[in-house]
């Protein structure tokens, strides 16, 4: 789905659409790979911590980065998920 929108927002110029899109597809990939690893690790009762970009929706385990490596938004975006 994504891909096809960045290229169509290519072909129009619009580098904000190209951005969002981006970035989009960039965070279900991460989203993805969650998703896997939480259903391969479900019943071991194992407690992970996830934090969420508020920039972009980038979502990483245990301990926010510095720097989100999707958007490039500081540590002080990211929020706990209870
Ligand atoms: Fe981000």
């Not at 891909?3 to 989009?24: M, Q, R």
């Not at 939480?38 to 194992?46: I, R």
């Not at 970009?53 to 958007?71: F, M, Q, R, S, Y």
């Amino acid at each position: 789905m994504y891909p096809d929108f960045i290229e169509e927002a290519k072909i129009e110029g619009n580098k904000k659409a190209v951005w969002t899109f981006d970035v989009a597809n960039q965070v279900e990939e991460i989203h993805a790979v969650l998703y896997k690893k939480a259903l391969a690790d479900m019943g071991d009762n194992e407690e992970v911590d996830y934090y969420v970009c508020g920039c972009c929706g980038n979502t990483v385990e245990n301990e926010a980065p510095d720097i989100c490596p999707v958007c490039e938004c500081p540590k002080v975006e990211f929020f706990q998920v209870d």
